[in-house]
């Protein structure tokens, strides 16, 4: 079983930048690859992007490409999502996901919620106009 908790949210202006953490446990981390995802009232969650076990690939939303950064500290056991140039359509709870099923980096995408088998208590990002 793996916990999740997650923190860095809160409230920033536009054009500005925050830092999310998401600390792991209960299973050793370099075994799974983990995903970032959030979502806004009323909306979907949607994938913002995902890292691999080792932290050597990753994969991102055009939404966010080249703003977010997404690494991993396998020694802290813990992820990060670096937003940068922040926009008002970030706002949302941002959740950290970990992917407990695969055991490698793979072409498929992981996109998807249910690609992956826990995520943190959620995390809310609020960016001012």
């Known amino acids: 079983q793996v916990q999740l908790v997650e923190s860095g949210g809160g409230l920033v202006q536009a054009g500005g930048s925050l830092r999310l953490s998401c600390a792991a446990s209960?299973?050793?981390?370099?075994?799974?690859?983990m995903g970032w995802f959030r979502q806004a009232p009323w909306k979907e969650r949607e994938f913002v992007a995902r890292?691999?076990?080792?932290?050597?690939?990753?994969d991102y939303a055009d939404s966010v490409k080249c703003r977010f950064t997404t690494s991993r500290d396998n020694a802290k056991n813990t992820v990060y999502l670096k937003m940068n140039s922040l926009k008002a359509g970030d706002t949302a709870v941002y959740y950290c996901?970990?992917?407990?099923?695969?055991?490698?980096?793979?072409?498929?995408?992981?996109?998807?919620?249910?690609?992956?088998?826990?995520w943190g208590q959620g995390n809310q990002v609020t960016v001012s106009s």
């Open positions: 996901e970990g992917d407990l099923r695969t055991p490698r980096w793979t072409k498929v995408k992981k996109r998807r919620v249910t690609d992956y088998d826990c």
């Open positions: 209960g299973r050793t981390f370099t075994s799974y690859a």
């Open positions: 890292i691999s076990q080792n932290g050597g690939r990753t």
